[in-house]
């Protein structure tokens, strides 16, 4: 045991920082898990909730899947909790309906409790014979498939400024400068450093 100030202050001043990646990762998933633990606590009312999932590239280009659950509370309560989001290395719908299940298994949902499931209505999701709807309620008969509402406000919303002309070509535009800059790794950097040179966020 150490007792003379000057070890003890070399020792304080080597351990106890914890900014190394490890330390960090490492809480991270304590906090993560902990509140996982926390959410699903919250729904042992009824046990029953329904599924929500999208995917979606992050800013490195990787393919997440993001899975949300929706559930009542003893008081009656509706909650929307995220449980996480996962890397996608494929995205068809096998892949990803046995993704789904991991994930439920994973945080001791009982899958047979699913009662509803929302997607967009990409094939891969919604298809009637083989999307991932169909392979959940292939295996959970009852967990009834919903159209995600916020993606048919927005398929409403395209539909609507089709036929106004300004907004159709300035959304072109932004889309054609979009496709342009992220398209080419070389247009990419120089768009960021670009960004970087004049400060801007």
């Known amino acids: 045991m150490f007792t003379d100030p000057e070890t003890m202050t070399k020792l304080s001043a080597r351990y106890g920082h914890y900014t190394s990646p490890d330390y960090q990762n490492d809480l991270i998933k304590t906090i993560a898990s902990s509140t996982r633990k926390n959410i699903i606590k919250k729904m042992a009312f009824t046990g029953a909730y329904s599924i929500l999932f999208d995917e979606t590239k992050n800013a490195s280009k990787k393919e ?26 494929k995205c068809d ?11 439920a298994a994973n945080n001791k949902l009982d899958i047979q409790k699913c009662v509803a499931q929302c997607y967009d209505g990409a094939s891969v999701m919604s298809g009637l014979f083989s999307g991932v709807q169909k392979r959940i309620l292939d295996i959970v008969p009852h967990a009834i498939y919903i159209h995600c509402h916020a993606h048919r406000l927005n398929l409403c919303l395209v539909h609507t400024i089709q036929n106004n002309n300004i907004v159709v070509d300035f959304f072109d535009t932004v889309q054609s400068l979009y496709k342009y800059l992220m398209n080419g790794h070389t247009r990419y950097e120089l768009f960021m450093k670009i960004q970087r040179d004049k400060k801007l966020k």
């Open 64 to 89: 997440q899947l993001s899975f949300i659950i929706r559930f009542v509370d003893g008081n009656l309560n509706i909650h929307e909790k995220a449980i996480g989001c996962y890397h996608m290395k």
């Open 93 to 103: 719908a096998y892949t990803l309906s046995q993704e789904i299940l991991n994930i």
